[in-house]
């Protein structure tokens, strides 16, 4: 219904192959975790994407909120 694509990527990967993936799927939004088993994934994401992708590094120390205060839509 969104019209997205997902493209999942092995953790094992680094920039050669992460930066093949996102150029051949011309990839506009990639998620990473920040660091994950010692090594950044925020900073191989910033270095191998364009301005053309978006980078969202996804934080596990963001505090867990509730869904019972969003307000209905």
Partial sequence: MLGAVQNPILPIYRHREV???????????????????????AAMADEITTDATTVLVADPDLPIGDPSTLEPF
Avoid: H, K, M, Y
């Fill in 19 to 41: 930066g093949f993936i996102t150029t051949q799927s011309a990839a506009s939004l990639l998620v990473v975790p920040g660091t994950f088993r010692n090594f950044d994934f």
